[in-house]
Nanobody, 126 residues
């Protein structure tokens, strides 16, 4: 089992920045991928950014490329999402997710993620 706890959400004006954190505990050695997803009201949950925990490879949704950066601190078992140049359309509940699947064709698809955090709200005002 892996437990995930997000923090760092809040309200910010357009153009501002936030950094989300996700602390992992439990059988963390079994995590191969970790990712950030988000879900806006009335919309499907979508992948935002992901990272291969062993090799450090990262992937981003087109909508956040150049603005968001995913990173990890393996010593602290913590995942981060640095969000810059925030837009009102970034408003959503952001979720941290972990997967024990060793290889993914699409690491921004939610199907292979088997551990989820409780989510943290990000609100961007214009």
């Amino acid at each position: 089992q892996v437990q995930l706890v997000e923090s760092g959400g809040g309200s910010v004006q357009a153009g501002g920045s936030l950094r989300l954190s996700c602390a992992a505990s439990g059988n963390t050695y079994r995590r191969y991928y970790m990712a950030w997803f988000r879900q806006a009201p009335g919309k499907e949950r979508e992948g935002v950014a992901s990272i291969h925990t062993g090799r450090g490879y990262t992937w981003y949704a087109d909508s956040v490329k150049g603005r968001f950066t995913v990173s990890q601190d393996n010593a602290k078992n913590t995942l981060y999402l640095q969000m810059n140049s925030l837009k009102p359309e970034d408003t959503a509940v952001y979720y941290c997710a972990a997967s024990t699947v060793a290889f993914m064709i699409n690491s921004l698809a939610r199907n292979d993620y088997n551990y989820w955090g409780q989510g943290t709200q990000v609100t961007v005002s214009s």
